[in-house]
């Protein structure tokens, strides 16, 4: 079975951390770029940071300088780590394995509320 399953998110207070993990399984991990999104109420999924299967990285404006992704093509996992969160990081945070040979794969999100 094709999936990948997000796990981390949670409620933080303003300028607190997490790590977001996503594990993939049923598909060869290491030939997929990996990518994190997220969507707000009332607002269009958008990417906040992005890893090709080579280990480039890219990462939206908003984030730039506080979300490093990874990869551990060995335990077909990417990790988010998110700092100095703001309350308008509150959203959905979907994971996405892209290729394309074997195209989209799109987990079911973590909610993360940054909040006091």
């Known amino acids: 079975q094709v999936q990948v399953v997000e796990s981390g998110g949670g409620l933080v207070q303003p300028g607190g951390s997490l790590r977001l993990s996503c594990v993939a399984s049923g598909i060869t991990f290491g030939i997929y770029d990996m990518g994190w999104y997220r969507q707000a109420p009332g607002k269009q999924r958008e990417l906040v940071a992005g890893i090709t299967s080579r280990g480039s990285t890219n990462y939206a404006d908003s984030m730039k300088g506080r979300v490093t992704i990874s990869r551990d093509n060995a335990k077909n996992t990417v990790h988010l780590q998110m700092n100095s969160l703001k309350p308008e990081d509150t959203a959905v945070y979907y994971c996405?394995?892209?290729?394309?040979?074997?195209?989209?794969?799109w987990g079911q999100g973590t909610q993360v509320t940054v909040s006091s």
């Open positions: 996405n394995a892209n290729s394309r040979l074997y195209g989209n794969v």
